[in-house]
């Protein structure tokens, strides 16, 4: 399974940033996963902003969630993260995950991850 993530990598402030995540070599094995947005800021840990299940059901980090919307079109293997209302402090680098639960475990060999993708929020 290859994730990669697309989008722009410079935003402005008070805007609507917007990525996307190919997902190629997936089957039906990997329903239960989670497709999944995680970020990470610079100098600080990695953060869960949300997912959408092989449902649709959707399941957002509640500190993001009036801000946060996740998408998916299963029939085209791609998913999006739709982040509004930017602010610098949301500049990170995004990654893309099939997870197998809904938490980040760093190391676990059951999930699958894209390369990450810096965005940055300019003021």
């Known amino acids: 399974v290859q994730l990669q993530e697309s989008g722009p990598g410079l935003v402005k402030s008070s805007q609507t940033l917007s990525l996307t995540c190919t997902v190629s070599?997936?089957?039906?094995?990997?329903?239960?996963?989670?497709w999944t947005w995680i970020r990470q800021p610079p100098g600080k840990g990695l953060e869960w902003m949300g997912a959408?299940?092989?449902?649709?059901?959707?399941y957002y980090n509640p500190s993001l969630k009036n801000r946060t919307a996740i998408s998916r079109d299963s029939s085209k293997n791609f998913f999006t993260l739709q982040l509004s209302a930017v602010t610098p402090e949301d500049t990170a680098v995004y990654y893309c995950?099939?997870?197998?639960?809904?938490?980040?475990?760093?190391?676990?060999?059951?999930?699958?991850w894209g390369q990450g993708t810096q965005v940055t929020v300019s003021s």
């Open positions: 995950a099939l997870l197998r639960r809904l938490v980040v475990i760093p190391g676990a060999d059951d999930d699958y």
């Open positions: 070599g997936a089957s039906s094995a990997h329903n239960p996963y989670y």
């Open positions: 959408i299940g092989y449902s649709g059901i959707t």
